[in-house]
């Protein structure tokens, strides 16, 4: 009882210039404590983030973001671990972010077990970070984004965003990378019933994993009927028609195959200006985005609309009022609280 | 130059009242007053508006709210006439609405000219009203919702919402219908190329149209593969499994199966309570959009905003500033300014 820890004093909390120097330094260390305070919910951290983003965004915006996702059993750790590995060797510093609202629910994170790309993880060119444990899409989306930032300014040219595909997380993941990458098994046409609505449409490449052993055969007759799939969608991208390859994470082959669409990609994306017209729409929307977010933060939040609004539902799923009158009076109360 | 027309005396403008007892009466002339209330702009017509809108409510949503669209030429009007006609001699009071935000920027809309429904709009059991001219999809779909209430409370049973389709104008529709019915030609492969990305996902009927004659076999062929493709899709309602269908609206042929498959529709969603789910969905989500719309104008209408804005979004754009800080700084400029 009386053999307490000695207190270790705490060291001192570093600057926002500090923090900025130690990431645009590439230092790992002073990233990951960037990025926890980026992540960090206290309003204490609100204003030192600001200022620390502030100073990275110069430095920001070099690399080439890919986003990916992909049905379950598909094979996404292996695929990330052996195609970020490969980007390694060639000598990329390569980023692994993850948008995954549900770990805070599950209490587990897709890439809160670092064991899962054990190799690239201890990678000293590469920089793996668990998703972010804040409970919103929105807020897990916001946070992401910013974590990119960061590692761009860190020297990362290649960031990885991952997403297990809850809820519209392939659209958030979608609106914040330059490219987008579906991860499918062999037989489309099972496949594609569990695939989520949508998410095809959003896609640039798609790549029909494990496609080995016995398996090669299916995986290709999967990637003719993949191909003709995406021939009937509009392009995800213009000017880009979207992909079918295959490929084995396990037994790294094809991985070459993607990065050189992925670069082919790029390189028609930017002759075009489509890629850069998408990132400069990409930031005025998130820009948007968040304005409109806090505006219903703010009207939702205040104490007479809670209580108010509950009420004028109610009359109007009973017929008793119409939806626009409703709309008049929670307004008037609003003007009158204010 | 001096025999000018004499004044006619202006009619006293009717009350909400009465107005609201001669839709309630199932009459014509002063039902369409009232949806030209309903869709008026003028300021001083709101708040009358709003009192019709309340005493019809309690009669209001006593129909099967139908949605259509599809690709040009298929042949939406000749369908609606053949399909309308058919339901008017079984019984049923039918009205046609449009939801159609380009009619106000072309001059002409898709159901202006009523000749194209010669039969329907003459026909004592159909109220076929004419696209609204105001600009926005958001107006103009707020104003449809808003007929449907009338027209219903005017005894029509049968409302079809048709639409064009530009811009977001099916899911404008799918929104505020309790099924949606899809117009297509024959040769599947080559029409879903010309379709909206993401139609199909709304669509619960399929209706290849003009399977006639020489076309005939094409169509079924098209339906075989428009069926293929609708089984990859998720379901457009829950419990229901999307069908396509062939008919001719112009030898009236299959009208009767489209009508059969519409009822059985009903039957199953609403025994499954999917009917009024979606309903109540519907309702819930309006009332949470038209909230939305209101804060955001109020926002970006307010003098401040407007000039501060553009500035802002320049230095996002060329690295200058953080969004989030961009926010902060806007909203600072908001509430010094209120």
């Given at each position: 009882?009386?053999?307490?820890?000695?207190?270790i004093?705490?060291?001192?909390?570093?600057?926002?210039?500090?923090?900025?120097?130690?990431?645009?330094?590439?230092?790992?260390?002073?990233l990951?404590?960037?990025?926890?305070?980026?992540e960090?919910?206290?309003?204490?951290?609100?204003?030192?983030?600001?200022?620390?983003l502030?100073?990275?965004i110069?430095?920001?915006?070099?690399?080439?973001?890919?986003?990916?996702?992909?049905?379950?059993?598909?094979?996404?750790?292996?695929?990330?671990e052996?195609?970020?590995?490969?980007?390694?060797?060639?000598?990329?510093?390569?980023?692994?972010?993850?948008?995954?609202?549900?770990?805070?629910?599950?209490?587990g994170?897709?890439?809160?077990?670092?064991?899962?790309?054990?190799?690239?993880?201890?990678?000293?060119?590469?920089?793996?970070?668990?998703?972010?444990?804040?409970?919103?899409?929105?807020?897990?989306?916001?946070?992401?984004?910013?974590?990119?930032?960061?590692?761009?300014?860190?020297?990362?040219?290649?960031?990885?965003?991952?997403?297990v595909?809850?809820?519209?997380?392939?659209?958030?993941?979608?609106?914040?990378?330059?490219?987008?990458?579906?991860?499918?098994?062999?037989?489309?046409?099972?496949?594609?019933?569990?695939?989520?609505?949508?998410?095809?449409?959003?896609?640039?490449?798609?790549?029909?994993?494990?496609?080995d052993?016995?398996?090669?055969?299916?995986?290709?007759?999967?990637k003719?009927?993949?191909?003709?799939?995406?021939?009937?969608?509009?392009?995800?991208?213009k000017?880009w028609?979207?992909?079918?390859?295959?490929?084995?994470?396990?037994y790294q082959?094809?991985?070459?195959t993607?990065w050189?669409?992925?670069?082919?990609?790029e390189?028609?994306?930017?002759?075009?200006?489509?890629?850069?017209?998408?990132?400069?729409?990409?930031?005025k929307?998130?820009?948007?985005?968040?304005?409109?977010?806090?505006?219903?933060?703010?009207?939702?939040?205040?104490?007479?609309i809670?209580?108010?609004?509950?009420?004028?539902?109610?009359?109007?799923?009973?017929?008793?009022?119409?939806?626009?009158?409703?709309?008049?009076?929670?307004?008037?109360?609003?003007?009158?609280?204010?």
């Amino acid at each position: 009882m009386t053999d307490r820890k000695p207190k270790i004093p705490r060291k001192r909390e570093k600057t926002a210039t500090e923090l900025s120097d130690g990431v645009l330094q590439g230092n790992r260390a002073i990233l990951a404590q960037a990025i926890t305070l980026i992540e960090s919910n206290a309003p204490r951290h609100f204003e030192k983030a600001q200022e620390l983003l502030n100073l990275i965004i110069p430095s920001s915006g070099k690399s080439i973001r890919i986003g990916i996702t992909g049905v379950p059993g598909a094979g996404k750790s292996t695929f990330i671990e052996a195609f970020g590995m490969y980007l390694c060797e060639l000598g990329h510093k390569v980023a692994v972010l993850a948008v995954d609202p549900s770990s805070s629910v599950t209490g587990g994170s897709i890439l809160g077990d670092k064991t899962r790309m054990e190799q690239l993880s201890r990678h000293p060119h590469a920089y793996v970070r668990p998703s972010p444990s804040a409970g919103t899409l929105g807020g897990v989306a916001k946070k992401t984004r910013e974590t990119i930032l960061l590692c761009e300014a860190a020297g990362y040219d290649v960031i990885i965003v991952e997403t297990v595909g809850v809820g519209q997380s392939e659209v958030a993941v979608r609106s914040m990378v330059d490219i987008f990458l579906l991860l499918a098994l062999t037989g489309a046409g099972d496949e594609l019933q569990g695939m989520k609505k949508g998410i095809m449409e959003l896609t640039d490449l798609l790549l029909i994993n494990k496609a080995d052993g016995d398996n090669e055969q299916k995986a290709l007759r999967a990637k003719q009927e993949f191909s003709r799939i995406l021939h009937f969608l509009r392009p995800a991208t213009k000017g880009w028609s979207s992909k079918a390859l295959t490929c084995s994470a396990l037994y790294q082959i094809g991985i070459d195959t993607v990065w050189n669409n992925i670069l082919e990609y790029e390189k028609v994306t930017k002759e075009s200006n489509v890629f850069q017209e998408r990132r400069e729409a990409q930031m005025k929307d998130w820009f948007y985005t968040m304005i409109v977010d806090r505006l219903q933060t703010m009207f939702f939040q205040h104490s007479t609309i809670k209580q108010q609004l509950p009420i004028l539902e109610s009359q109007i799923l009973s017929g008793k009022l119409s939806a626009s009158l409703a709309v008049n009076e929670l307004f008037e109360e609003y003007e009158r609280a204010k």
